[in-house]
């Protein structure tokens, strides 16, 4: 029998147990290159920022939040705002369970709506103690594909990382695509 999730949109209230899935990941891993877990405010306000524009979405699953996913800017210009950078964070104990998975595919499909093209994200490359190959493997079997890497352009952990990028195209690219619609102009269209 398939686990239930449900899916739906964060709110600032959701950042404090955001927060609880997030701060391994800052203290263990390399996933992510911020070397201090933010504080419950400043998370509450990204989560703002990020709902001006794009989707922030949790996965909860029994009642209780098992991971989240949102989308950003990719590039501060006009002509970028076809692609976003995506991000995808899943609770230590949750992992392997199609949480991740479920999370990308509803806001693969909200940002179509937006008429997003374009989703990219960033993922260090080599494997080791405080990074695997988890994040790569996930994405290519989301269909994302290698775009290109930036060579030690991180350090954490006394090492420094390659960082690789991956993209996946959401549409078609038309000359004359479509505006990009912001998730409030599309939030009727999401169940």
Not at 144 to 154: L, T
């Amino acid at each position: 029998m398939k686990n239930h999730h449900t899916i739906r949109i964060a709110t600032r209230r959701d950042a404090a147990k955001l927060l609880e899935i997030y701060a391994p990941y800052v203290e263990k891993t390399a996933v992510t290159f911020e070397y201090e877990v933010p504080e419950v405010q400043e998370f509450e306000e990204r989560i703002g920022h990020v709902l001006e524009k794009y989707p922030f979405l949790i996965c909860e699953r029994e009642g209780e939040i098992a991971g989240y996913a949102y989308a950003g800017v990719f590039k501060n210009r006009a002509a970028y705002r076809w692609a976003v950078e995506t991000t995808v964070y899943v609770r230590e104990d949750r992992k392997k369970m199609g949480i991740g998975r479920e999370l990308y595919a509803a806001l693969e499909k909200i940002l179509s709506l937006q008429n997003i093209l374009n989703a990219c994200i960033a993922c260090p490359e080599a494997e080791d103690p405080w990074l695997g190959r988890d994040s790569v493997q996930f994405h290519e079997r989301l269909g994302y594909q290698f775009a290109g890497k930036f060579h030690q352009c991180g350090y954490k952990f006394g090492r420094w990382y390659h960082m690789v990028w991956m993209e996946k195209h959401l549409g078609n690219h038309p000359d004359n695509p479509p505006a990009v619609k912001t998730f409030d102009e599309i939030r009727g269209l999401v169940a």
